[in-house]
């Protein structure tokens, strides 16, 4: 009797332990298969077909399949298409949300997934040197918050792709000892890492913030966004015949989401038939939602979570305004 009371409770408290844990046991299983993965090769019948002008290689923290994938994650994409049009082998390597395949070939870039949120930057150490290193002409560091410090360890070229500068994101969003630490890694590390490394940046105030981080010593140059006009384009028939006001990006604290929605209650007081529509997703979704509720918005304030390509050219057609309230964007 004894016997079968402790088998049964262990077997109980098991039970409950992996039913709430079992998000980490995945998570742990997905970074032991991506270690020994390392070790193992990687099939790759189209990087010895060549010739090719150039073999590039990114290191990007996602791709655009990722379910957190945005702006970065397209123009990357965007750059890599072309490259590949002009006949060069392009790689990304990039983390895994778990709901993509850990290798893949799309639209001629192979793209490489391994870890996740930070595991993602140890992993593309390990797997250049066991299996990158001295096959590729250029190295592409995109720095997304933390960059991946290639010019530590590879002997390729390097370039580093920066958006912005992320200080003011790190001490908004993080824990004073994280924002300290993550703040002294991009201005300070950075600087030991990358002063022979030519920046790469979208406009020209991240460019005149890279310099003044003390970054960019090699050189700035500013590769400015394109846009898809095959598809975006004005249709004034499409537009809504009521007030409308858009946001479109994702739902980030530093976007500032919130302030469009407290803004937006004093905008009904003087046209109350004006709709807020809210596109996009992320880690803010659930607050901002909740914001909306405690101020009484429901009715007017419409989340249309993430959309197709397709979609979004119609809301922006339909809109009157476009909103970006970010504070450093």
């Not at 332990?17 to 189209?46: Q, T, V, W, Y």
């Not at 050189?219 to 028939?237: H, K, Q, R, T, W």
């Not at 015949?241 to 946001?247: E, G, I, Q």
């Amino acid at each position: 009797a004894l016997v079968m009371l402790y088998v049964t409770s262990f077997g109980f408290v098991s039970t409950i332990f992996l039913h709430f844990f079992e998000g980490n046991f995945k998570f742990i299983k997905r970074n032991i298969s991506d270690f020994l993965g390392a070790f193992m090769r990687i099939s790759r019948p189209e990087f010895s077909e060549g010739p090719f002008n150039k073999k590039i290689l990114i290191f990007n923290w996602r791709d655009t399949k990722h379910k957190f994938s945005g702006g970065a994650e397209t123009y990357i994409q965007e750059m890599a298409k072309r490259w590949v049009e002009h006949g060069n082998y392009v790689t990304i390597f990039c983390g895994n949300d778990s709901l993509n395949s850990r290798r893949e070939v799309v639209g001629g870039i192979e793209i490489i997934r391994r870890g996740g949120f930070y595991f993602v930057y140890f992993w593309a150490f390990l797997y250049y040197m066991l299996h990158f290193r001295g096959k590729y002409d250029v190295i592409i560091d995109c720095h997304n918050g933390i960059p991946f410090f290639t010019p530590f360890y590879a002997r390729e070229p390097v370039y580093c792709l920066m958006h912005h500068v992320h200080q003011d994101v790190f001490r908004h969003s993080l824990p004073k000892p994280l924002a300290w630490f993550a703040g002294i890694l991009e201005k300070d590390l950075m600087a030991l890492a990358y002063k022979n490394v030519k920046f790469i940046t979208v406009s020209e105030s991240s460019r005149k913030d890279i310099w003044k981080l003390g970054l960019g010593g090699a050189g700035i140059e500013v590769a400015y966004p394109g846009v898809d006009l095959s598809s975006l384009s004005p249709d004034f028939e499409a537009k809504s015949s009521v007030p409308t006001v858009l946001y479109f990006g994702r739902l980030k604290y530093y976007k500032s989401v919130d302030v469009l929605i407290k803004a937006f209650k004093r905008v009904i007081e003087n046209i109350p038939e004006v709709r807020l529509i809210i596109a996009g997703s992320g880690e803010e979704s659930a607050n901002l939602k909740d914001l909306t509720k405690r101020l009484g918005l429901e009715q007017k304030v419409e989340f249309k979570g993430r959309v197709s390509d397709e979609k979004k050219t119609k809301l922006l057609q339909s809109a009157w305004v476009l909103a970006n309230p970010s504070f450093m964007e």
